[in-house]
């Protein structure tokens, strides 16, 4: 068989070379010296934060070079040995496929489908081979860390001292680093790091009074908010209220009203571009049935995971979805605490805030209440969307403090009671629920070894190798089911613009736009290999006898061509079928 470079490849020389690494000095995620590590550095945060809080002390300790520096390494080398573990999560396998495919064929919406995820979930990624690198699972974790996860870390801290100060913002930042340094959620890369990245920039914007190029500085803003749309529809709610808090903002400070019109152009801009794109290419009714429509209904009874859910069950299910996640249990606590003393604040003590104080409170409160509808909504509840959650919460819990700290000054009692208590008390207790019990949670779950990369042999699935024998690498396959992570194995782009055909499987609303545009996506691209597949995350959604309910026999117009196209090779314990090209040259 001829040997092409692919772009995809788990054992790239770049990923066996990270993970020999880590290994051979056996910095595992879990393992002893990785614990080590953890509390170290958390234990330095947080003795850097009471040591910034004093004037005495030197001033190279004090300084935000120092604190930031130490806060977005820890998190780096926390992190690391999470690039460790091959296959994670179906949507990552799905993620890294889709920007394989788009990098040959540059037609988002055409050749590729996010389905629930939209562009900024896929293109960005595309970046690494355009770069010269391979598309693996270490290189596109590496990529998130680098790209989202520690800009956006910087980001909230930056935002939260403009608008609240130094303090503050340390507070708040360093149990969301702990957070984020350690949790499993954040493993495997998903379509809500470029949500968080979003946020956190949006929110630093926001902070910002700009004393020159404001014409420039507020189209970009706007621009930057109107991206929300293109990273999940699902997020677009939490774009908006941070969008209106940015215009309210706007009216507070008397901007001129070409301000305002730059914003608002720059917040459309982004939908301007698309909407010029979608004409050109014919992809309008796509676009619209696949992105918005489907997305409307995604999770509820009439999308494909078909949730009909009583108001007492989503009620129930929300509230466990705030501590079912181990290591997020608290954060997502802090959260809800600090939901809940600033709705006191606004009920009880909002007449004694000034203008600016009593506008953050009330944003904030907006704002977490939008972006939990946003990772609630779709009625599925699987705990990547809580990563939504994570930079809001942030911004509320600094709100929070920030007012607390305003109305105990202004009572005239917070010599004697808000520093002594929040100093001794309070602030020691926040610490230790969220960095040390998240940190011994995220060390109870901790993913098994045989996950790790690496080693001689070859791990592949029995499928996955049969496949191979019919392919070369980059050529095209289409799958039948939900099995995304043979892509990977096999080193194939899709042959068709989904990664898999959940919607096109189940009877909702666009079934049939979804079994007519899998056919076409046949007859325009010709895989080689349409792959048949109840196996791993098939098995799991369509069940151990998925083949007789959800077989391609069960749907006659793609059957059909099927048949008339492609020759039965393989058939593996009735799970599995392989059907090749005919005519092809393998």
Not at 173 to 184: F, R
Not at 238 to 260: D, H, R, S, T, V
Not at 515 to 537: A, M, S, W
């Amino acid at each position: 068989m001829l040997l092409l470079e692919s772009l995809i490849d788990i054992n790239s020389p770049f990923a066996l070379y990270i993970t020999d690494v880590l290994q051979s000095i056996g910095f595992i995620r879990g393992g002893k010296k990785w614990v080590v590590l953890v509390f170290l550095f958390e234990f330095w945060w947080v003795f850097l934060f009471f040591k910034r809080q004093k004037a005495t002390t030197v001033a190279w300790l004090r300084h935000d070079v120092l604190f930031l520096g130490s806060l977005l390494l820890g998190i780096f080398l926390i992190r690391l040995p999470m690039l460790n573990y091959s296959h994670l999560d179906v949507d990552e396998a799905d993620w890294l496929v889709g920007a394989a495919t788009f990098y040959k064929d540059p037609y988002f919406w055409k050749s590729v489908d996010g389905t629930t995820s939209g562009p900024l979930s896929i293109i960005p990624l595309s970046l690494i081979p355009l770069l010269g690198g391979v598309l693996s699972y270490v290189s596109v974790r590496l990529f998130a860390l680098l790209v989202y996860l520690l800009p956006g870390v910087l980001f909230t801290y930056l935002g939260l001292k403009n608008v609240y100060g130094r303090n503050i913002a340390t507070l708040t930042v360093i149990p969301l680093a702990g957070v984020m340094a350690v949790t499993q959620n954040l493993n495997a890369y998903n379509g809500e790091f470029p949500i968080l990245f979003l946020t956190a920039l949006s929110f630093y914007l926001y902070s910002i009074t700009p004393s020159r190029w404001k014409a420039a500085f507020y189209f970009f803003a706007g621009v930057v908010m109107g991206l929300f749309v293109y990273s999940k529809p699902q997020a677009i709610p939490l774009g908006m209220i941070i969008a209106l808090g940015f215009l309210w903002k706007l009216l507070n400070i008397q901007a001129p009203g070409k301000y305002w019109l730059l914003f608002i152009f720059g917040g459309l801009f982004p939908s301007i571009l698309v909407s010029i794109y979608l004409s050109a290419n014919h992809l309008w009714l796509d676009f619209i049935n696949s992105y918005i429509y489907n997305n409307l209904f995604y999770g509820g009874v009439h999308g494909a995971f078909g949730n009909d859910y009583t108001a007492g069950d989503i009620l129930s299910k929300m509230l466990d979805y705030l501590v079912s996640q181990p290591e997020y249990s608290y954060w997502m606590l802090t959260g809800l605490v600090s939901f809940l003393i600033g709705f006191l604040f606004v009920t009880t003590s909002f007449f004694q805030l000034n203008d600016d104080s009593g506008r953050e409170l009330l944003f904030a409160l907006f704002m977490i209440s939008f972006a939990f509808f946003c990772t609630v909504k779709p009625l599925t509840f699987f705990y990547h969307y809580q990563n939504i959650l994570l930079v809001p919460i942030a911004w509320l819990t600094g709100t929070s403090f920030a007012t607390a700290h305003r109305l105990f000054g202004s009572l005239n009692v917070e010599s004697i009671v808000f520093k002594p208590l929040l100093k001794n008390v309070f602030i020691p207790f926040f610490f230790v629920f969220t960095l040390l019990l998240g940190s011994i949670q995220a060390i109870e779950h901790t993913e098994p070894t045989l996950f790790l990369l690496g080693g001689t042999e070859d791990r592949r699935s029995l499928e996955a190798k049969m496949i191979s024998t019919y392919t070369q690498p980059n050529e095209k396959m289409a799958i039948w089911g939900w099995n995304t992570p043979l892509f990977i194995d096999t080193q194939l782009l899709q042959g068709t613009r989904d990664g898999h055909t959940h919607y096109h499987m189940h009877p909702i609303k666009l079934q049939d736009y979804y079994l007519e545009r899998y056919v076409k996506d046949l007859i325009q691209n010709q895989p080689t290999v349409l792959v048949e597949t109840f196996i791993g995350y098939s098995a799991l959604i369509f069940g151990a006898e998925g083949r007789k309910k959800f077989g391609l026999e069960n749907y006659p117009v793609v059957y059909d061509y099927v048949k008339t196209h492609y020759d039965l090779k393989e058939d593996v314990n009735g799970q599995t079928r392989i059907f090749v090209l005919k005519n092809s040259t393998i």
